[in-house]
């Protein structure tokens, strides 16, 4: 009976998890967005934040973080989304969702090994999403030049996985501060 009472708690927490990541994902998809100097392209700090809810609340948040968050974004401040990096997005969570779950933040743990484990994770899901994903979909969906979009998605995967490495290290070092360590509580006698 316990098992599906954590069960339903996780889908809950995974659910406001979704529900307060995208809208955040939007926010500062607008205003932390620096011009790359490459058309459609922004150094996108949205990406930190991503990369720490799937760290926190594993790769389902990740995804629909990403997917979500990202569709929103561009039908507000572009009119209409764009499908190939929306999609690249909701990856990019999953991934780091995924090849992140053995970390455990949560118990105040997020040293060096913690640290490398989790920039492997987010450099090998950037990597998939915008060097390889994002422009095959930009061909595939919308017919675009192929040294364009390869382009695009060089210098977008490359300055995520800055954004991540610095920011979102950052963020996952912070917030692993506030938790307690495991173990670290001792009855006195």
Do not use: C
């Not at 389902?60 to 499908?83: E, R």
């Not at 929306?86 to 779950?101: C, K, Q, T």
């Not at 390869?150 to 610095?166: D, H, M, P, R, Y």
Request: glycine content about 10%.
């Amino acid at each position: 009976m316990k098992q599906v009472a954590k069960h339903k708690a996780l889908s809950i927490q995974t659910i406001v998890a979704i529900g307060i990541g995208s809208p955040l994902f939007v926010i500062l998809g607008r205003f932390g967005s620096i011009p790359s100097g490459i058309p459609n392209t922004n150094i996108e700090t949205t990406y930190a934040l991503l990369a720490l809810f799937a760290l926190l609340y594993g790769p389902v948040a990740g995804l629909f973080i990403g997917l979500i968050g990202h569709t929103l974004k561009d039908a507000i401040f572009y009119g209409s989304p764009w499908f190939s990096w929306v999609i690249s997005s909701g990856l990019v969570g999953l991934i780091i969702g995924l090849l992140a779950a053995r970390i455990a933040i949560r118990d105040g743990e997020f040293g060096r090994k913690e640290i490398i484990a989790f920039n492997l994770a987010q450099i090998v899901a950037n990597a998939i999403a915008w060097f390889v994903v994002a422009p095959v979909l930009d061909i595939l969906i919308y017919a675009e030049p192929a040294n364009k979009v390869f382009t695009q998605g060089l210098i977008a995967g490359a300055s995520n996985i800055v954004t991540v490495a610095v920011i979102g290290t950052l963020l996952a070092v912070a917030y692993s501060k506030t938790r307690t360590k495991q173990g670290s509580l001792k009855r006195l006698q």
